[in-house]
């Protein structure tokens, strides 16, 4: 992380995706919480709360944007949390597994009669058309540590250990 003219900014290279994430171990868990920014990370556990789709979520989150953006440059919570999700859903495989993992309820954004895949797909094309950015600029001092700790765990030698291991362990008990 960088800063940018010494203005408190700071260029932030995003995170791996939620399906990269989960292959290293790292687990997912829906919390309750009424504020969306209440996303954490903590021995091997990110935690977020669950966002519920709506018909009109894609207009609220560009019209939420466009507003921080204009208006609010210097407190772009909302704009971080997009960038973060942006970042953590890039493919169906990703968009499944927050939905499987109630992270993401879907329940009342498009019709019933969606196969999964297309909910999967739709999800991913959504987040995908915020832009996927390898890097984002924030002021927000606790979300940048946030996300050097989870890149951090991502990058641990340890961890790619521990999942190799496993793989091995599971192939010879099939054996």
Same mark, same amino acid.
């Given at each position: ?65 466009? $507003?921080?953006? @204009?208006?609010? +440059? ?7 949390? *997009?960038? /973060?999700?942006?970042? #953590? ?36 094309? $959504?987040?995908? @058309?915020?832009? +996927? ?7 927000? *001092?606790? /979300?940048?540590?946030? #996300? ?28």
């Amino acid at each position: 992380m960088q800063d940018a003219q010494g203005e408190g900014w700071k260029n932030v290279k995003a995170i791996p995706r939620a399906s990269h994430l989960r292959a290293v171990g790292v687990k997912f868990r829906m919390i309750e919480s009424i504020c969306l920014f209440d996303i954490k990370f903590s021995e091997g556990v990110l935690y977020i709360p669950c966002l519920k789709l709506f018909p009109a979520t894609e207009s609220f989150l560009r019209n939420i944007t466009a $507003l921080q953006h @204009s208006y609010y +440059k210097h407190d772009c919570y909302f704009i971080d949390y *997009v960038a /973060f999700l942006g970042s #953590l859903i890039n493919t169906r495989a990703d968009a499944k597994l927050l939905i499987k993992k109630r992270i993401i309820n879907i329940d009342k954004w498009l019709g019933h009669d969606e196969t999964s895949a297309k909910v999967d797909e739709a999800l991913a094309n $959504l987040f995908n @058309s915020f832009g +996927k950015e390898s890097q984002f600029w924030t002021r927000n *001092v606790s /979300f940048c540590s946030f #996300l050097q700790k989870l890149k951090a765990y991502y990058r641990s030698h340890w961890h790619w250990l521990k999942v190799r291991m496993k793989r091995i362990s599971v192939s010879k008990r099939k054996l």
